[in-house]
């Protein structure tokens, strides 16, 4: 079923620093995976995705870790920026259907 | 990447009207689109799965009378409240995506109901 949080944890790090966003799932069967960041007012903006044969895959700044013994997702942000504030939400699917389930989601704050 | 886009951005409207939300793909062909409800400071829950030509699938617990979901063609899709109250107030997302894509969001519709 849909994983609905009752509130957001908030992960607060220095600006420069590295931020880790972890993420449980649900889902065994699930083969792929998102992370989205979601601006205030705004609908998620997808950032890197990985596929369930991968365990890291890498993008301009950003990593995902995927550990499927322990159904667990990371998203690594390196030297972290201001506009990087927001929420980040990781979602997993089957790619039989796209039918994505979004975790809780986490707040991250950027301080000066 | 696709672009989706939803419209409007925000609506208000008064208890007991009916408020409708399009989805459009703009440039690639949404054979499914899934329509998604989002309260303040929490996830997003799946409401319903939709595909071109077919009535929409909904999760347990979303009222499919209530919610009214068309997909009539391959670049758009509606999200029809009806009788809204102001329970209903929520941010409501739309996504879509072809046979060979992944999913697409749109940028979402703040509906406040009054």
């Known amino acids: 079923g849909e994983s609905v949080g009752l509130h957001l944890p908030t992960l607060s790090v220095q600006e420069g620093d590295n931020s880790i966003i972890n993420c449980a799932y649900s889902?065994?069967?699930?083969?792929?995976f998102i992370w989205y960041k979601q601006e205030s007012g705004k609908g998620p903006q997808f950032i890197i995705d990985?596929?369930?044969?991968?365990d890291k895959r890498q993008g301009q700044r950003v990593t995902v870790l995927l550990n499927k013994t322990v159904k667990h997702l990371s998203l690594q942000i390196a030297a972290t920026q201001p506009g990087d504030s927001a929420v980040y939400f990781c979602?997993?699917?089957?790619?039989?259907?796209?039918?994505?389930?979004f975790g809780t989601g986490t707040r991250l704050k950027v301080l000066a | 990447g696709a672009v989706v886009s939803q419209h409007p951005s925000r609506v208000i409207c008064k208890s007991g009207t009916s408020v409708k939300i399009e989805c459009r793909s703009l440039?690639?062909?949404?054979?499914?689109m899934f329509w998604y409800r989002q309260f303040p400071k929490q996830s997003l829950m799946l409401m319903a799965t939709?595909?071109?030509?077919?009535?929409?699938?909904?999760e347990q617990g979303v009222e499919k009378d209530k919610f009214l979901i068309n997909h009539a063609s391959l670049t758009l899709s509606t999200l029809t409240v009806t009788s809204a109250h102001p329970e209903d107030s929520s941010f409501y997302i739309c996504?879509?995506?072809?046979?060979?894509?992944?999913?697409?969001f749109g940028q979402g519709t703040r509906l406040t109901v009054v």
């Open positions: 996504s879509a995506r072809s046979d060979i894509s992944e999913a697409f």
């Open positions: 889902n065994s069967a699930s083969d792929y």
């Open positions: 990985i596929r369930s044969n991968m």
């Open positions: 979602a997993e699917t089957s790619s039989g259907t796209y039918k994505y389930i």
């Open positions: 440039d690639f062909q949404a054979t499914t």
């Open positions: 939709s595909n071109e030509g077919s009535k929409a699938t909904y």
